[in-house]
């Protein structure tokens, strides 16, 4: 079964800090996804970055960038020079490659509040 | 604006009744997703259809029923509505199944009374 951990439920840091969430899986499959998202105060769910299972550099996109470790199956998520805009529920997915499996394992999120 | 659109936004109801949820995929998406969010489950796969058919279950109790229209369009009905049938319900679109990024709509948020 597949298994998606946020060990850390809530973090809080000062504007323009460096933070990194940190996500843990745990899959069967060698073909699988890995997702992040964002979930602001207003509540919906903002699509940040899918990675499949073969591909392992990182990736970095503005103040965003991902850092994915098959060996330790871990794919993080860091903010770098953070803002006011980035506090949010942020939730890391893994999604299978199997036919009828290709819903999104979500793990519990992390609480991301920046401080002014 | 993720182009996936639910309605309603709200949705205030008494236990025992029926509600439909409804939900309109981006355009070209022919895969829908259905997920519940609440406080003690967290964010939890309902159910799946893909171009009409249904394609995967998950946690999705037996009060709970949904379809896909050919239109593409889909709905998800509530019925013999409990207290703890209250949260945020999603739906997502994506353009084939394996592996395509899930995109959101803004949610329902439901709340039994």
């Known amino acids: 079964a597949q298994k998606v951990t946020q060990a850390q439920t809530e973090i809080s840091v000062v504007e323009k800090e460096d933070v990194t969430l940190d996500c843990v899986y745990e899959?069967?499959?060698?073909?699988?996804?890995l997702f992040w998202y964002k979930q602001p105060p207003s509540g919906e769910l903002v699509f940040l970055i899918r990675?499949?299972?073969?591909?392992?550099q990182n990736e970095i996109s503005g103040r965003y960038s991902w850092n994915f470790q098959k060996s330790t199956s871990s794919f993080n998520f860091t903010i770098t020079a953070s803002q006011v805009v980035d506090s949010a529920v942020y939730f890391c997915?893994?999604?299978?490659?199997?036919?009828?499996?290709?819903?999104?394992?979500f793990g519990t999120g992390t609480r991301l509040t920046i401080i002014p | 604006d993720s182009g996936v659109t639910q309605t309603p936004k709200h949705l205030i109801t008494a236990t025992g009744q029926r509600v439909t949820l409804r939900c309109s995929p981006r355009?070209?998406?022919?895969?829908v997703y259905w997920y519940q969010q609440s406080l003690d489950q967290g964010l939890q796969f309902l159910i799946q259809?893909?171009?009409?058919?249904?394609?995967a279950k998950g946690n999705i109790l037996e009060r709970f029923s949904a379809q896909q229209f050919p239109d593409l369009h889909s709905e998800l009905n509530l019925s013999s509505l409990e207290l703890g049938d209250s949260a945020l319900y999603f739906c997502?679109?994506?353009?084939?199944?394996?592996?395509?990024?899930?995109?959101f709509g803004p949610g329902t948020r439901l709340t039994v009374l």
């Open positions: 997502a679109s994506s353009v084939e199944t394996s592996g395509s990024s899930q995109y």
């Open positions: 899959t069967r499959d060698t073909t699988y996804y």
């Open positions: 990675r499949n299972s073969f591909d392992e």
């Open positions: 997915a893994l999604s299978e490659a199997n036919f009828g499996n290709e819903k999104l394992t």
């Open positions: 355009s070209g998406d022919l895969s």
């Open positions: 259809y893909y171009n009409g058919e249904e394609r």
